[in-house]
């Protein structure tokens, strides 16, 4: 992860040519890397969104 991060500000930095095409690469990586940390997590993140609803309506009754 630390590799794909040093590339990314390194992209980031250098600006001479870069184009659309690129950007959107760099995007893509982004959104899929998100898509599986979400789908990693998702039983966890559905727990705590749960508990939460859970919680606020429990002190609003």
């Known amino acids: 992860m630390r590799k794909l991060?040093?590339?990314?500000?390194?992209?980031?930095?250098e600006e001479e040519g870069a184009s659309l095409a690129e950007y959107a690469l760099l995007l893509?990586?982004?959104?899929?890397?998100?898509?599986?940390v979400v789908t990693q997590f998702k039983?966890?993140?559905?727990?705590?969104?749960?508990?939460?609803?859970?919680?606020?309506?429990s002190a609003g009754s």
């Open 5 to 13: 991060t040093n590339v990314a500000r390194r992209f980031l930095r």
């Open 43 to 57: 039983d966890s993140i559905s727990n705590i969104f749960t508990k939460t609803t859970n919680t606020l309506n």
């Open 28 to 36: 893509g990586v982004i959104t899929v890397a998100l898509i599986t």
